[in-house]
T-cell receptor
Framework: DTAVSQTPKYLVTQMGNDKSIKCEQN?????MYWYKQDSKKFLKIMFS???????INETVPNRFSPKSPDKAHLNLHINSLELGDSAVYFC??????????????FGPGTRLTVL | AQSVAQPEDQVNVAEGNPLTVKCTYS??????LFWYVQYPNRGLQFLLK??????LVKGSYGFEAEFNKSQTSFHLKKPSALVSDSALYFC????????????FGKGTKLSVKP
């Protein structure tokens, strides 16, 4: 019954490594998102994606890349991890209603720690 | 530029008293406004939203919010606070476009004491 799920829940890794976080939604939603929540709890959009368009927040380093194998999945790949990448990453999804984006539903988050 | 402000880092309320968590916004066009709650070590849970229509919006767990266009505010309210309401509350605005990206406020920590 999980709506938006993410794996892993915790990820501890060394600087310079490459890692991926997976996200799946079983809500049939059209659009998926990745957000970053920093140590001060501030939330910031990283990417949004539907089957037609990828929008990238211009402040996101190109070491971060979303990959969508199908409509229900949006995975986040991170290359050459840096200390500053340590944060909680949230996946979300939303339907389109009447051509407008509707409520976003969030996954439980992945806490990434870069050592 | 689109923005959301939550002027209070923390709100302290006694159980049973009414609570208000403030939010103001700046957005061009008609805003889509949302409130989310985050419990410790959990994801964000949707509480309520304003898209159009009645300015008073009712949501989950007895929360409501009033959209005030002239004051560009969307304050979250509850008539009687519970200890279990203690959490981090985020106001967010959809800054438009087909993707519906949300801009979040910095969050307000609500602490309800018995």
């Amino acid at each position: 019954d999980t709506a938006v799920s993410q794996t892993p829940k915790y990820l501890v890794t060394q600087m310079g490594n490459d890692k991926s976080i997976k996200c799946e939604q079983n809500l049939g939603h059209d659009t998926m998102y990745w957000y970053k929540q920093d140590s001060k709890k501030f939330l910031k959009i990283m990417f949004s994606y539907n089957n037609k368009e990828l929008i990238i927040n211009e402040t996101v380093p190109n070491r971060f890349s979303p990959k969508s194998p199908d409509k229900a999945h949006l995975n986040l790949h991170i290359n050459s991890l840096e200390l500053g990448d340590s944060a909680v990453y949230f996946c979300a999804s939303s339907p389109l209603r009447g051509g407008h984006p509707d409520t976003q539903y969030f996954g439980p988050g992945t806490r990434l720690t870069v050592l | 530029a689109q923005s959301v402000a939550q002027p209070e880092d923390q709100v302290n309320v006694a159980e049973g008293n009414p609570l208000t968590v403030k939010c103001t916004y700046s957005v061009s066009g008609n805003p889509y406004l949302f409130w989310y709650v985050q419990y410790p070590n959990r994801g964000l849970q949707f509480l309520l939203k304003y898209i159009t229509g009645d300015n008073l919006v009712k949501g989950s767990y007895g929360f409501e919010a009033e959209f005030n266009k002239s004051q560009t505010s969307f304050h979250l309210k509850k008539p009687s606070a519970l200890v279990s309401d203690s959490a981090l509350y985020f106001c967010a605005v959809n800054y438009g476009g087909s993707q519906g990206n949300l801009i979040f406020g910095k969050g307000t920590k609500l602490s309800v004491k018995p």
